[in-house]
């Protein structure tokens, strides 16, 4: 029904390359938007779509809009990302990974792994860079947006966001938030649901799954101050190294620290990041070292989080020190030397109690100095010279030399990009039917296939901004002990708590996202979840 108008504009979409956080994404935003007012309706209505700026951004990227406007109010949103992660790891086969059928025959002559060989000599699927992530997902909703305004009389509307940067800080859904608050008051809209087409995950060609939420992601930041010595002289010092790994160790992969709802867990924390702060070589014990980490949540509040780790933090320290001074008897005993007391006495505190140590000690002087570091560092984000976690690092540094902390001490902070849990089970609003039960009814008759309902994508996705299950004390616990909150980083949560609606994320079946082998079921694309996703706008608008 529905392939004629895909095809082209798929592989027209994936043709154009549009790595994340580059100005590549300008090319797709410019050609998603040609197409749109290349519509009928679009054409004769050309306020209804548009493009809008995202705030403060060094690429001038855009979220790409498109509201088809009928009777009523009710709306649903439809939301995609048109950003895809760069095609370097193709290598040799880089001028052939945004041509599908080039690619396909080359990776017949290249050692794969073998279900990625079986899917290619099926003839199945389409391989490519954004095949799965999420280019087949964005011409799926851009052409049911183009039928849904070629109906007359219809009943209800049709808004449609595609939205740069999902790969990295998601910068365009963040904009989108203050878009969508927008469109509401102009046209009154009612928004009944959005509906994300990321692609699910699965290995059993009879079954397919769709999610009713998103889980949430934390990224803690752990600044260790230690006590500096020579190497020559280490019962001198304390290693915020060794107080770093033990903390590590009491989280990686710390099966206690998963949220479990039903037979869904969490994948417990992952460290990706841990190092001393030396500027340069030098025969010392480092002054600090610091780490961050991802942690996933399907419920847990940023309270629950942080609390937790300074428990955590507590232990590590209480245990470094044990082995400190265990060590330091055996060295004496070793030369026969009587020890002296140990007077390292180690501390914890969140960046909320050090920011404010600070104050009450500095006053107008260091919130006037910290204010113009914040800009600094700001720019150094704008012009990608730094990440965002070391800047919230350079943040926490900064604070603890103004009032000369002294170690042993571990700072809790937490850096963006924060993404809020969200399901439908906490929403306020809820839809009138059960998603499951009616996606089944029309798969099982249509296409015999079977839908199982999750609770959370795992992959993390913008759904996290469509809507807002939290309350003032997670807003509260985020922007105190985020380091530069407003500055180089933000949430528009007053714009978000005005979006209170269900999610779904229903998208075709991919494989190996952020793999040369990425590949996408071609049914999915041309047939299956236009005709799904099709029916269950249709019911959510007349419902």
Same mark, same amino acid.
């Given at each position: 029904?529905?392939?004629?108008?895909?095809?082209?504009?798929?592989?027209?979409?994936?043709?154009?390359?549009?790595?994340?956080?580059?100005?590549?994404?300008?090319?797709?935003?410019?050609?998603?938007?040609?197409?749109?007012?290349?519509?009928?309706?679009?054409?004769?209505?050309?306020?209804?779509?548009?493009?809008?700026?995202?705030?403060?951004?060094?690429?001038?990227?855009?979220?790409?809009?498109?509201?088809?406007?009928?009777?009523?109010?009710?709306?649903?949103?439809?939301?995609?990302?048109?950003?895809?992660?760069?095609?370097?790891?193709?290598? @040799?086969?880089?001028?052939?990974?945004?041509?599908?059928?080039?690619?396909?025959?080359?990776?017949?002559?290249?050692?794969?792994?073998?279900?990625? @060989?079986?899917?290619?000599?099926?003839?199945?699927?389409?391989?490519?860079?954004?095949?799965?992530?999420?280019?087949?997902?964005?011409?799926?909703?851009?052409?049911?947006?183009?039928?849904?305004?070629?109906?007359?009389?219809?009943?209800?509307?049709?808004?449609?966001?595609?939205?740069?940067?999902?790969?990295?800080?998601?910068?365009?859904?963040?904009?989108?938030?203050?878009?969508?608050?927008?469109?509401?008051?102009?046209?009154?809209?009612?928004?009944?649901?959005?509906?994300?087409?990321?692609?699910?995950?699965?290995?059993?060609?009879?079954?397919?799954?769709?999610?009713?939420?998103?889980?949430?992601?934390?990224?803690?930041?752990?600044?260790? @101050?230690?006590?500096?010595?020579?190497?020559?002289?280490?019962?001198?010092?304390?290693?915020?190294?060794?107080?770093?790994?033990?903390?590590?160790?009491?989280?990686?992969?710390?099966?206690?620290?998963?949220?479990?709802?039903?037979?869904?867990?969490?994948?417990?924390?992952?460290?990706?990041?841990?190092?001393?702060?030396?500027?340069?070589?030098?025969?010392?014990?480092?002054?600090?070292?610091?780490?961050?980490?991802?942690?996933?949540?399907?419920?847990?509040?940023?309270?629950?989080?942080?609390?937790?780790?300074?428990?955590?933090?507590?232990?590590?320290?209480?245990?470094?020190?044990?082995?400190?001074?265990?060590?330091?008897?055996?060295?004496?005993?070793?030369?026969?030397?009587?020890?002296? @007391?140990?007077?390292?006495?180690?501390?914890?505190?969140?960046?909320?109690?050090?920011?404010?140590?600070?104050?009450?000690?500095?006053?107008?002087?260091?919130?006037? /100095?910290?204010?113009?570091?914040? /800009?600094?560092?700001?720019?150094?984000?704008?012009?990608?010279?730094?990440?965002?976690?070391?800047?919230?690092?350079?943040?926490?540094?900064?604070?603890?030399?103004? *009032?000369?902390?002294? %170690?042993?001490?571990?700072?809790?902070?937490?850096? %963006?990009?924060?993404?809020?849990?969200?399901?439908?089970?906490?929403?306020?609003?809820?839809?009138?039917?059960?998603?499951?039960?009616?996606?089944?009814?029309?798969?099982?008759?249509?296409?015999?296939?079977?839908?199982?309902?999750?609770?959370?994508?795992?992959?993390?996705?913008?759904?996290?901004?469509?809507?807002?299950?939290?309350?003032?004390?997670?807003?509260?616990?985020?922007?105190?002990?985020?380091?530069?909150?407003?500055?180089?980083?933000?949430?528009?949560?007053?714009?978000?708590?005005?979006?209170?609606?269900?999610? *779904?994320?229903?998208?075709?079946?991919?494989?190996?996202?952020?793999?040369?082998?990425?590949?996408?079921?071609?049914?999915?694309?041309?047939?299956?979840?236009?005709?799904?996703?099709?029916?269950?706008?249709?019911?959510?608008?007349?419902?």
């Amino acid at each position: 029904m529905f392939e004629e108008q895909i095809k082209p504009l798929f592989l027209r979409l994936v043709a154009t390359q549009s790595d994340t956080n580059t100005q590549r994404e300008t090319y797709i935003e410019e050609q998603i938007l040609i197409w749109i007012k290349e519509q009928p309706y679009f054409n004769a209505h050309s306020d209804l779509c548009g493009a809008y700026p995202v705030y403060d951004d060094p690429y001038n990227r855009n979220v790409i809009w498109s509201l088809v406007k009928g009777h009523g109010n009710k709306t649903v949103v439809l939301m995609h990302h048109h950003d895809a992660i760069d095609i370097e790891e193709y290598g @040799k086969l880089k001028n052939v990974a945004l041509r599908p059928d080039e690619l396909a025959e080359a990776l017949l002559n290249r050692k794969i792994p073998d279900q990625a @060989k079986t899917d290619l000599l099926s003839g199945e699927w389409t391989f490519g860079r954004g095949v799965a992530d999420m280019k087949s997902g964005a011409a799926i909703q851009l052409v049911l947006s183009a039928y849904f305004s070629e109906l007359e009389n219809f009943e209800g509307n049709i808004l449609l966001l595609s939205v740069p940067d999902e790969e990295t800080l998601s910068r365009g859904m963040l904009t989108s938030i203050k878009l969508l608050n927008e469109l509401r008051d102009k046209h009154q809209l009612e928004y009944v649901l959005t509906l994300n087409s990321e692609p699910y995950f699965n290995r059993t060609k009879g079954k397919a799954i769709f999610y009713e939420g998103s889980v949430g992601k934390i990224m803690p930041v752990l600044f260790v @101050k230690g006590v500096k010595s020579h190497i020559g002289d280490p019962f001198n010092g304390f290693s915020p190294s060794l107080v770093l790994s033990d903390l590590q160790k009491k989280t990686e992969l710390n099966i206690e620290l998963c949220d479990l709802i039903g037979n869904e867990a969490t994948p417990p924390p992952v460290w990706v990041n841990l190092k001393d702060r030396k500027k340069a070589y030098d025969a010392s014990i480092p002054e600090a070292a610091t780490g961050y980490f991802n942690w996933l949540t399907f419920t847990r509040s940023p309270k629950t989080i942080i609390d937790k780790l300074v428990s955590l933090a507590n232990r590590s320290l209480r245990d470094t020190l044990i082995h400190f001074e265990d060590a330091y008897e055996n060295y004496c005993t070793l030369i026969g030397e009587t020890p002296e @007391k140990i007077s390292l006495k180690p501390k914890v505190y969140t960046f909320k109690q050090l920011y404010e140590m600070a104050v009450d000690q500095k006053g107008l002087v260091f919130l006037d /100095e910290y204010s113009a570091f914040q /800009e600094d560092l700001n720019k150094l984000l704008i012009s990608n010279t730094i990440t965002l976690p070391e800047a919230t690092t350079r943040l926490i540094d900064y604070v603890q030399d103004a *009032i000369d902390l002294e %170690g042993p001490a571990i700072i809790i902070a937490l850096s %963006g990009p924060y993404y809020p849990h969200v399901n439908n089970k906490y929403t306020e609003n809820k839809l009138p039917f059960s998603l499951e039960h009616f996606i089944n009814e029309i798969a099982e008759e249509k296409y015999n296939l079977t839908f199982e309902s999750k609770g959370y994508f795992m992959g993390i996705s913008d759904l996290s901004y469509a809507t807002w299950s939290g309350d003032d004390n997670d807003i509260a616990m985020i922007k105190s002990n985020s380091p530069g909150w407003d500055v180089i980083y933000k949430i528009p949560f007053r714009a978000l708590s005005g979006l209170n609606m269900p999610v *779904i994320n229903l998208g075709p079946w991919g494989k190996d996202l952020h793999k040369i082998t990425e590949r996408v079921y071609t049914k999915d694309v041309y047939e299956r979840m236009p005709y799904l996703m099709k029916a269950l706008i249709v019911k959510c608008l007349q419902d």
